[in-house]
């Protein structure tokens, strides 16, 4: 895309900013212009989230400017981006629930009627419509936020940025929890304000999404901009390798292992729960990794969920180390040594205001007690040992975990669960919404824990992720078990050919 002889419709110059023991940003410039896509890729920490919390007015630069249209501006706040044309859809959204799609996509200028100051209901639908009309989507704007899917409400959030006069919009991660299908039509979307005249930042780490839907690419690596790259003369390994600063190796060697020779720790023959699963026999060995792979609505992990006690089989028989079990509660699960690290890590996986040493050892604490206290010199020794294996990095223990990075949080949960020194470990999406460097470190404590005969289901919306790491793949589609096949033997066409057979 060629946009040397264009203003740029919004640029920033020699952007710094510290933090108290951190350099977040350093001398960073970048351009975006109109009906652009400009991707902003990086390794967790690289300061791509920090750069864009200052276009948007969250933070406040140290040093540099910025440009709207070739003219310098100051955003102190982001009601002073929206005034500009800026709009921002975060990982995290920014709805409330319990209102209506029409009073999230007006909030903060609901139309009223003059003079006794009412809402005009019928004004609020009509721009509520419109908005959505112009991002070529339909939602009924009187449904209730908390009842539309992930991919619904985030649809509602870019037509909320549209209504407030959005020309360039920021998207942060804005596909960690959507399905292929979803992400396909937020693309669609995406294209369409494009064709407007709309202008895009699109940070990702899934960099198969950068390829297809970026015109250019800056690659950030602490708190610099390292590379910038135009999106169809670039490649996969090309990116990683600017991110990281070196080549990375991700895959391991599936090949070499060889189920007969191991003992089978969890067998399931014939487990069924209605609406989720049916009909689901298989087996895991010890030092196995095994992959769950199939599209949204598979029924994985409703499938896991139900392993570890989560949930009830309606029929069907489990068998953990040879007994049959039937498990009430994941409390018995975790007695005979299974684990589970959820999909929704900062919902479901970590204590956000806990700091880290108590994240890890939440689930041992009766082993730590002494008489009527917790032994802290006891449970910092058995932290500290897990962090050191599992590399984890923080300022200190007291840290709170929610202020890691989504890497080491994963890590940090990986290492609550061997303290328990589980034999059965699942993993749902663990690497999601983590960088390459993150996910490349993590697989090698999987295939290190492998070795160590411990075995792991291990489920990924990314086929070629399961295909890298695991052993053996179960192929589910809408609740039934499709087909089972070496993962060094196959690929994603293969693989999503047995899923719709």
Not at 11 to 40: C, M, N, R, T, W
Not at 292 to 298: D, K, Y
Not at 311 to 318: F, I, K, Q, R, V
Not at 352 to 370: A, G, K, S, V
Request: glycine content about 6%; overall charge neutral; proline content about 3%.
């Amino acid at each position: 895309m060629e946009n040397k002889a264009q203003v740029a419709a919004l640029e920033v110059q020699h952007i710094s900013k510290h933090f108290p023991g951190v350099q977040a940003l350093s001398d960073v410039s970048v351009s975006l212009y109109a009906g652009e896509v400009h991707a902003i890729i990086g390794k967790n920490g690289a300061g791509k989230s920090t750069l864009m919390s200052i276009i948007f007015g969250l933070f406040q630069p140290d040093s540099g400017a910025i440009l709207r249209g070739g003219t310098p501006v100051k955003i102190h706040r982001p009601v002073d981006a929206q005034h500009l044309g800026i709009g921002i859809v975060p990982q995290e959204l920014n709805l409330v629930p319990q209102l209506s799609v029409m009073e999230n996509i007006t909030l903060g200028m609901s139309p009223c009627k003059i003079p006794h100051l009412q809402i005009d209901w019928k004004r609020m639908e009509t721009q509520a419509n419109h908005a959505l009309a112009q991002i070529g989507e339909f939602i009924a704007p009187r449904s209730i936020v908390a009842n539309l899917s992930a991919a619904q409400q985030q649809l509602v959030q870019i037509a909320r940025a549209i209504a407030f006069g959005a020309k360039i919009l920021i998207f942060d991660e804005p596909t960690a929890s959507l399905a292929l299908h979803e992400t396909e039509n937020l693309f669609k979307v995406i294209k369409q304000f494009q064709t407007q005249g709309g202008s895009v930042f699109y940070i990702s780490h899934r960099l198969e999404e950068i390829l297809e839907i970026a015109d250019r690419v800056t690659v950030m690596r602490d708190g610099r901009n390292v590379k910038e790259l135009e999106a169809r003369h670039t490649n996969l390994h090309e990116m990683v390798t600017h991110m990281v600063g070196r080549e990375l190796e991700e895959t391991r060697s599936a090949a070499a292992f060889k189920p007969t020779e191991k003992q089978v720790v969890l067998q399931a023959e014939r487990l069924s729960r209605k609406g989720e699963f049916q009909d689901i026999s298989f087996e895991l060995h010890a030092g196995e990794i095994l992959g769950l792979a199939g599209l949204a609505g598979s029924g994985r992990t409703e499938l896991v969920r139900c392993l570890y006690g989560d949930t009830s089989p309606d029929s069907g028989s489990l068998f953990v180390h040879t007994q049959k079990v039937s498990y009430r509660s994941p409390q018995q699960a975790i007695r005979d040594r299974l684990a589970y690290v959820p999909e929704e890590r900062r919902k479901l996986g970590i204590f956000p205001l806990l700091d880290t040493r108590e994240n890890i050892t939440i689930p041992i604490l009766d082993r730590l007690r002494r008489f009527f206290r917790i032994d802290r010199r006891k449970e910092y020794a058995s932290a500290q040992e897990y962090a050191q294996k599992l590399d984890i990095r923080m300022s200190h223990f007291h840290q709170q975990i929610q202020h890691l990075s989504g890497g080491n949080q994963q890590k940090a949960i990986l290492a609550r669960w061997l303290l328990t020194d589980c034999k059965i470990l699942i993993l749902d999406e663990p690497t999601r919404g983590i960088d390459v460097n993150a996910k490349a470190e993590i697989y090698m404590q999987l295939s290190r824990l492998a070795e160590q005969g411990i075995a792991m289901i291990f489920i990924s919306s990314e086929l070629q992720e399961v295909i890298n790491i695991a052993d053996r793949i179960l192929i589910l589609h809408e609740g039934k078990l499709k087909g089972e096949v070496l993962a060094h033997q196959t690929n994603q066409t293969e693989i999503l050919r047995i899923a719709l057979s």
